[in-house]
């Protein structure tokens, strides 16, 4: 119970690694405020938890929406500790074809959502002059690339930065600013992806330890930077990869 009567919201919590987390706080013995644009799956994951858990709509790239976010955590828990920002989402698109519109969107909720929650949930903080740990979800595409995903790489290395700069600017009030960049993990967009034998080889290839994460390790690193064991970190990135960030070749794929 390493974070027992703790208060967390967690964003783009209906599903995947969002949902993890929040599973893994409340087995932790936090209470949890589950936020989605998706009301009907947001809802059904939060009655999952128990009473642990309660939703909240949110738009994390609308400042009104961040902020009422945090407001709603207070409300119905009484305070807020931890804040993961987890929401996100992706476009694929050749460079020389990706649209101003859709490069703006995904920096909307990537970057510039990461950006309200943690101003919002750090001003909730300070406010109760008791500390707290914020989470951000960054990714291995921080530091490499991928073609055609240029809006997410950006957004992700901005995610980086912001968790440094965000570190340094709330040491002072005690709260803590670190990151998680996964690798290839199973979400279930991930999981339609390997269900074909070329994309399946392709990105096992890219990966040492041959086979994709889970959301559950995912969420186990989120439990360590929110709890005391993680009282002396601030401003870091824990790479979850596979060992792909280390790696200068590709290796053969499993074939079982």
Do not use: W
């Amino acid at each position: 119970m390493q974070l027992q009567d703790k208060v967390a919201l967690v964003t783009g919590a209906a599903s995947g690694i969002g949902f993890a987390i929040a599973a893994a706080f409340v087995a932790e013995g936090a209470k949890v405020l589950l936020a989605d644009v998706n009301r009907e799956k947001g809802e059904a994951a939060a009655r999952s938890l128990g009473e642990a858990a309660a939703f909240t709509i949110c738009d994390v790239g609308d400042k009104a929406s961040a902020t009422a976010a945090v407001a709603a955590a207070v409300a119905r828990f009484g305070r807020l500790d931890i804040l993961v920002n987890n929401a996100g989402i992706i476009h694929p698109a050749e460079f020389l074809d990706l649209a101003e519109e859709d490069f703006d969107q995904v920096l909307r909720v990537n970057l510039k959502g990461a950006f309200l929650c943690a101003q919002a949930a750090a001003r909730q903080m300070v406010a109760q002059a008791a500390g707290g740990a914020i989470i951000n979800l960054s990714s291995v595409n921080a530091v490499m690339a991928i073609p055609n995903q240029t809006a997410y790489n950006v957004s992700k290395g901005g995610v980086t930065q912001l968790t440094r700069n965000a570190a340094l600017a709330l040491a002072p009030h005690g709260i803590r600013v670190n990151a998680i960049g996964p690798g290839s993990i199973l979400t279930d967009m991930l999981a339609v992806v390997m269900d074909d034998e070329a994309a399946k080889a392709r990105i096992l290839s890219r990966t040492p330890m041959g086979r994709c994460g889970t959301v559950e390790e995912i969420a186990a690193i989120a439990v360590f930077l929110a709890s005391p064991a993680a009282s002396y970190m601030t401003g870091q990135t824990l790479y979850a990869d596979g060992g792909r960030m280390a790696l200068n070749y590709t290796v053969p794929a499993p074939t079982a």
